[in-house]
């Protein structure tokens, strides 16, 4: 079994500032994807980047990058140009590769941009 | 292209009810699962469906919860009989797995909100 860990409950930075969400994983699998979620009040929860163990560079999607350190287990997000819009929770989450490929979350960072 | 739709949206119970949620995956996605997300917490997986078939339900608490999928299409999730700590969000999710898998991204739905009093 695998677990995900996300020490910041919660983060708060002035809109325009870049922040950096933290992840860490423990898994005995070699192959397997890591994701990051974002989920604002109305529960619906929005795929923000995912990246694939086996590439070694990492993701980026316009704002939003990671940090993946496989041999670390860690998986960090930076958002660049922080934004209202992206005051929401943030999961990260894991999945193996393979037929039962339930995603793994962890228990979230609560991220408010200040205006 | 629709997403993943789910009913009801919020529902209240006594302890000790029964009830029942739906839903219907994005058209043509086999792989279909149900998470739990208690308030405060990240969703947990209950089962994951492939087709019609059940491919993982180690978390599914199966003495109160049960789950189908019958024409590998819709699933419905119920809880007989509701306890005060099954009062959570109910998200259902979709997968594609015709692509080849080069995507594996997970589609949710909005989620049905359960309290149980």
């Known amino acids: 079994a695998q677990t995900v860990t996300q020490s910041q409950p919660e983060m708060s930075v002035q809109e325009a500032e870049t922040v950096t969400l933290s992840c860490t994983y423990d898994t005995s699998e070699s192959n397997y994807y890591l994701f990051w979620y974002k989920q604002p009040p109305s529960r619906q929860m929005i795929l923000v980047i995912r990246q694939e163990a086996y590439k070694q560079q990492n993701a980026t999607e316009n704002r939003f990058s990671v940090n993946f350190q496989k041999a670390a287990k860690s998986f960090s997000l930076k958002i660049s140009d922080s934004q209202l819009g992206d005051t929401a929770m943030y999961f990260c989450?894991?999945?193996?590769?393979?037929?039962?490929?339930?995603?793994?979350f962890g228990k979230g960072t609560h991220l408010i941009i200040q205006p | 292209e629709a997403g993943v739709a789910q009913s009801p949206r919020y529902k209240i119970i006594e302890k000790r009810q029964s009830v029942a949620f739906w839903c219907n995956p994005i058209s043509g996605h086999a792989t279909l699962y149900w998470y739990q997300q208690i308030l405060g917490q990240g969703p947990k997986l209950l089962i994951q469906?492939?087709?019609?078939?059940?491919?993982?339900d180690s978390q599914l608490p199966k003495d109160r919860f049960s789950a189908e999928r019958l024409k590998g299409v819709d699933s419905t999730l119920k809880i007989q009989p509701a306890k005060l700590e099954d009062s959570a969000v109910y998200l259902c999710a979709s997968l594609d797995r015709t692509s080849g898998g080069i995507y594996n991204e997970q589609f949710f739905g909005p989620g049905t909100r359960l309290t149980v009093l």
């Open positions: 989450a894991f999945m193996p590769r393979g037929g039962a490929d339930g995603l793994t």
């Open positions: 469906f492939q087709n019609n078939g059940v491919v993982d």
